[in-house]
């Protein structure tokens, strides 16, 4: 169009359904949405969302990419050609009683502001492949270390070291578990902007602090933005390579060039990565508009401030990356703002917003994107709502409890404790269940948590009117476990099995197959496909540590014979990158009237024994 | 930036207050706004609104005019530089109490996606001086029919002829006032789209219909949305000239190539303006994204489907306009988008929206920017909301009871029957205060409602924090009456009584000046400014037919002596473009104790006998 933009149109069928455009909170199933596909704080804007990834995958089985960093306008089945084959049929509104204001429409239409733009388009068969072409195509999945698939803790902002360290201490004591500890803006010497190093007077010590923190078996993550503040160290060595405009008086540096990543890189590694420091939470890099640089900003390097928008979060999270490969140290964090091409990235979204359910839809939009995020606890008003979050964050891709202004612990809601120290061990007896899932998204792109259209068995169950219901509030993990969250004041709750039997995790008796059925549950309603396998460990409040072998409980499920492959490497290194994993194949085939658990392949190093438990009777 | 857009940067000073950018129906003062100025259906997302105009007015007295029909950014004094000489203090939200998320800024910033653009600068002194320059650059604001200055009903969308008749005599039976009905799409054979030819059951005979309307004083303003239908006449005709894209099935005529205007208006004549129809009402021309054209479209004219969407209410008002002065009639209508340069453009601005403070802060926003708003009553949940609404548009533009789904009539709550027959009779009482206020709209850029900001003597009361409190829901119209709407619930308001003392509508006895005053009423709170004079018809049910005279009472309030232009003219054709008018200075000056009425200048044609009337005692 006129040379300076690019309008594309895509057929949709009656039936067909789009899934996709990043992490969106309000909806699952994004036919009708008109979406602005632009970097933000989640806000209610269709497309104005963290990680607003150009990508979209259809029930017909194929996927597309965009391939663009600027605001894309998408309207996803609204809009009506004279010349379409098929139209909506012509109505009289004022003698038509089913005259609709919103006819039916056979296009999805992007309008993308530049003179041309790549397509990708991957190919199915079902809705995953395509998922899994795509996460693949950018590099395939990440693969957190095991810790990170621990429980993590994020103190009050203003604690000092002595406070962390006995806050750490009172999770051992209560017997919580607990992997690493989240320091909040408070860690540095100055914030909002930032310094980027410790403050003296909470942390006169830093690398005594974290060497007394992993004596006890904790890691450390930083929070930091990364606007960069007059009169530290840094601000004088990155002001040539920032932009026009500040955020809060900080600067912010222009991250595709290369001296600056390096200037900033080496300043993380001084000051908290060579002292052991595991990981960084990015905060604010996505917005809200009127506190972020306006889109008139100009950046040294010559991209547009749109441009560099829809790709800070991007940029940092790669650069935070390459420093811990540097060290050959596996990474995982958090950050506000990703885009396509993060899969590889080993950090997990979050945001301010909190209403459970929300949190529980983008948790399934995540898994259509190559994005991870988390649906992280900070308070509650009661103890069932305390411990139904908790419910839903044990079972997503990092299980958090971000306390930095709450001041809350796990324990605060002591008519619900026992429960909630009960699912945050059983998160990580789950390590090597949620380890291999995310091994598999690293080797084969298949998302560690699914959306339910990524799911085999459920595009045949009942009817799409019916299946529509169930997009938005349960979930898949791995490839056997169903999960459908309870939220506070609901005593039970519909859930859509896919076709198959289903098995109660808890005790192994059917609950269905291909139906609706309703649960009501205390714990988390959970179930186990028919036949899978499901490796545990024993209850632990810490991550094995590297080398430490430990034991295995492999459960069976359902009245059918399964096979599940095993994934297990040093947990912390990238030697997998080299070659040092192995899959090693478990079976649980039938043996007269009973089961019998076989374990075929390579032994895996860190397992000490496998014992299997046979959960439902044959 | 790139040869493909343009960014601008205005100089934004600490106390500086900025208004305008269309209809806004959230906020008046836009410090701290960040809009993106594109027609839409109002739904609270700034900038998206029926008028987006593209211009601002400062208190420090100028105005700016982007002259882009295309989508701006703007950010309202969100944005820091770094090399802002004068940035905000720099904090450490670690220890500063005083952080704010939000800091100061100096600027205003808009984005224009085109490769240049035009920006004019109007100057003031006085804010109203930049608005009423802005409106005569854009030829002046309009000056419609008398008529179009009394009330309006309209019906309900399915009535017929036989209906809409009795419905007139019923208000003449018991007394209401009316000028003008509105026939909703039911009067067209199909709508949705549109065949703009008359529905042969529901009105069989359109000339007699109208003969008899007429003979009743009472004049026709038809509904329509420009969707054209396929099979209709009008379709066959334009569909060479109509966009890639259909709203409802109907197509979007390119109304920028001459021949579509032709046909389009060659119809609308034949079938409605030739037999006598007075107005049409312009409805959907805004939005919402959903079922308007996407801005993929394309348009035969070349013009990119933005500049259509941001200027499609703007064009199909100057064909109707033009229309009309070939006939040498004046219409007044009704439209729901428009865009810079409207305001000599006879038609008032409406929505499907129905907050009552949000209409008051619509009506106050629409002064900023050059074009008319109505908030229009449809129905209310008691007879206490009946009335605040009638009371308010009584003092509007239009004032107008749209019964189209609703099928409410004026006296449809009992409890309030007699009042609302009160204030709609002062409607009419006062439409040569009203007519004259459009006279200095049409020869002096004054708009005829106005916001606080644009109002002599505001600036200088209180201080800034209370002025703002003061922004929303109170207006002026013409000079002299200061209008505090009360709002369903309300026994009492606070009002700002600008500097000077400022008398009661009713009773002429002094209110304050220069302060805020609490003011409770069951009649709407109306305060005239001193030595202001305010001229009155009696009362009665319709205007004056052309060529009838009346007789004038002029109100004298305060105890400062006083003068006034009294505007007249035919009220009815454009002869007062060619010189057929009259502005005659009504004076009022001491006399000793009492007062004494002069009239000076031309006499005016329509008037036949002046009476003062002194509301204040010396």
Redo the contacts between chains.
């Keep these: 169009?006129?040379g300076?933009r690019t309008?594309?149109?895509f057929p949709l069928g009656r039936d067909e359904d789009i899934y996709g455009f990043g992490l969106d909170f309000q909806r699952v199933r994004q036919n009708?949405s008109?979406l602005r596909l632009h970097v933000d704080h989640w806000g209610g804007?269709p497309g104005r969302t963290h990680a607003p990834v150009p990508f979209w995958v259809s029930s017909r089985g194929y996927g597309v990419l965009v391939d663009s960093a600027r605001y894309l306008?998408v309207?996803v089945g609204?809009?009506?050609?004279?010349?379409a084959p098929d139209?909506?049929p012509?109505?009289?509104?004022?003698?038509d009683r089913n005259?609709q204001?919103?006819?039916s429409s056979d296009s999805l239409?992007?309008?993308v502001?530049a003179p041309g733009v790549d397509v990708l388009v991957f190919g199915g068969p079902t809705p995953l492949d395509a998922v899994r072409r795509f996460v693949l195509y950018t590099g395939g999945g990440c693969l957190p270390p095991r810790w990170g698939l621990g429980f993590t803790h994020r103190t009050p902002?203003?604690y000092t070291a002595a406070q962390v360290l006995a806050e750490v201490e009172e999770f051992e004591r209560r017997g919580f578990p607990l992997d690493f500890v989240g320091l909040e803006?408070?860690w540095?010497s100055?914030?909002?902007?930032c310094s980027f190093e410790w403050?003296p007077e909470r942390f006169p010590e830093p690398q005594g602090f974290l060497t007394a923190l992993h004596g006890k078996g904790v890691r450390a993550n930083l929070w930091l933005n990364p606007y960069v503040?007059?009169?530290s160290t840094l601000h004088a060595e990155l002001a040539p390579y920032?932009?026009?405009?500040?955020?809060?008086?900080g600067?912010v540096p222009d991250y595709e060039i290369a001296a600056a990543r390096e200037i900033f890189t080496g300043h993380l590694d001084r000051h908290a990565v060579s002292l052991g420091v595991a990981g960084f939470k990015i905060d604010e890099v996505d917005g809200f508009?009127?506190?972020l640089?306006?889109?008139?900003?100009?950046f040294p390097s010559g991209l547009?401030a749109e441009q560099i928008r829809q790709t800070y979060g991007l940029r940092i999270q790669r650069l935070v990356d390459d420093l811990y490969r540097a060290h050959d140290r596996r990474t995982y964090g958090l950050v506000r703002a990703s885009n396509a091409g993060a899969s590889r990235l080993p950090f997990v979204l979050y945001n301010d917003h909190y209403s459970h359910p929300d949190f529980v839809r983008a948790l399934c939009n995540s898994s259509f994107c190559g994005v991870l995020w988390t649906p992280e606890v900070r308070e509650s008003r009661t103890g069932e709502e305390w411990l139904r979050r908790m419910q839903t964050v044990c079972f997503s891709p990092l299980a958090m409890l971000n306390a930095w202004s709450s001041g809350t612990r796990p324990w605060s809601f002591p008519e619900v404790e026992e429960q909630v120290r009960e699912v945050m061990l059983l998160r990580l007896q789950l390590q090597p269940y949620l380890y291999t899932a995310f091994a598999r998204y690293r080797f084969e792109g298949v998302p560690p948590v699914r959306a339910m259209p990524l799911v085999e068995g459920f595009a045949t169950v009942a009817d799409a009117a019916v299946r529509r219901r169930f997009l938005d509030d349960q979930f898949v993990v791995g490839d056997a476990l169903l999960v459908a969250p309870l939220f506070a004041g609901q005593k039970k709750r519909s859930v859509l099995l896919p076709e198959g039997d289903w098995f109660d995790f808890v005790t192994g008796a059917r609950v269905g197959g291909g139906e609706v059925v309703e649960v009501g549950s205390d714990t988390l309603p959970v179930f186990v496909r028919d036949g899978a396998l499901v490796p545990l460990m024993l209850p632990r409040l810490h991550t094995p540590a590297a080398g430490e072998r430990f034991a295995l409980e492999v459960r069976h499920y359902g009245r059918r014979p399964g096979s599940y492959r095993l994934y297990d490497d040093d947990g912390e290194t990238f030697a997998y990158e080299r070659g040092e994993r192995t899959w090693t194949t478990l079976r649980v085939e039938r043996d007269g009237d009973a089961w019998r658990g076989v374990v075929d392949g390579p032994e895996p190093p860190r397992i000490a024994s496998i014992r299997f438990r046979f959960m439902t009777p044959p």
């Design positions: 169009m006129h300076t309008s594309l149109r009708g008109i804007r306008d309207w609204t809009s009506l050609r004279r010349d139209p909506p012509l109505l009289d509104r004022n003698r005259w204001a919103q006819p239409d992007v309008l502001p902002t203003s803006p408070g540095q100055h914030s909002y902007p403050d503040r007059p009169g920032a932009g026009s405009h500040c955020v809060w008086n600067i508009d009127s506190w640089w306006p889109d008139t900003a100009t547009d």
